[in-house]
Structure formats: C-alpha cells, structure tokens
C-alpha cells in the first residue's frame, strides 16, 4: 500500500524496515531502491521515533498498519529518501495526528507541501477520520506555511513550545 504523488512515493514502514533502520542503517537503502542522504534521519524522526514506531508495530501490527511512519523517496531517475512523514496513529476520536521531517538538501521544493497533501488524503479515505491535526514549533514559520497551504488552520497552543492546527473533512 504505497502512497504516489506527481514526485514522491510514500512507502509504509514495516518492522523489517525499522529493524534494518536501528541495527543496520546501511541496509536501508537497498531495501527502499533509493539513495539515503547523508543527513539521514531528518529532524524530529530519530532514534526515539524509530522506537516508538517499531514498539506499536510489534504491539499490534493489523491496528497500525499504514498508521505510523512512511518512508518519502523522490520519483527521479535516481530515487532518494527525502523524509520521513506519517501519523502518530490510528484514528482517535475522529483524529488523527500526522507530522512530518524533510532531510535538509530537500528543503525548500515544496516536498512538505506534497507529502502533506498525501497524508491528508490518505487519513480521509478513512470514514473514521473527521480532522487530521498537526503540531510545529511556533518558531517554525516554514512548517506553519506548509500545513496552511493544505487548509490547516491554527487551533491553539499544542504540547511544549508548538502550536496546534486542524482541518476537517
């Protein structure tokens, strides 16, 4: 169950991929077919995310399937991992959080945008989604713009120093 978009493929992790990812990140690129940059992992997709991720995937793979993180490979003629996106988990609620971390060399060519787009796109297709949340630093002025130019719309302070957004179906 992969993800297209007009320049991205959005691939769902599996606990093969995490397991190769924490213990032998070489790997990881053979097993996507695409070029892992140098500043792999991006952002807030860690080690700590990585682990959390692996840890629900064991837990209960049939709940999280497709719920969880997602590897971004560009579709050029030298596919690369770009980002590391997906949701924090199944629908709760009618929600679902989603979040999202471009590598650096990608920034700024509307990847974000697009990889939002997708995972929008994706948690509606659920009848159990009714709005898709989003957290970002309030300093994070470039994040804030990319879940506006998806209909997000800022719902208040979220966890720590973020600010929470929202859009509904």
């Known amino acids: 169950m ?3 978009t007009q320049r991205l493929t ?6 093969e991929h995490l397991r190769i990812e ?9 097993l996507l077919g695409a070029r892992v940059p140098e500043g792999w992992p991006p952002g807030e997709y ?3 995310a990585m682990e959390f991720f692996r840890s629900k995937l064991e837990s209960d793979p049939q ?12 579709r050029d003629v030298t596919p690369t ?9 199944p629908p709760e609620d009618g929600a679902v959080e989603i979040g999202y971390s471009v590598v650096a060399e990608a920034r700024g060519a509307g990847y974000a945008t697009e990889i939002v787009g997708a995972l929008v796109r994706r948690a509606f297709e ?13 300093t994070n002025e470039a994040s804030q713009r990319v879940l506006e130019r998806n209909g997000f719309t800022p719902e208040g302070p979220g966890r720590a120093a973020n600010l929470r957004f929202q859009k509904s179906r």
């Open 2 to 4: 992969r993800i297209e």
């Open 10 to 15: 959005l691939i769902p992790q599996t606990l």
């Open 22 to 30: 924490l213990e032998e990140p070489s790997r990881l690129g053979a």
């Open 46 to 48: 860690d080690r700590d």
């Open 63 to 74: 709940l999280y399937d497709g719920w969880l993180g997602w590897y971004v490979v560009t």
């Open 81 to 89: 991992l770009i980002a590391g996106a997906g949701f924090m988990g």
């Open 126 to 138: 659920s009848d159990s989604v009714q709005r898709v949340v989003a957290e970002t630093a309030a």
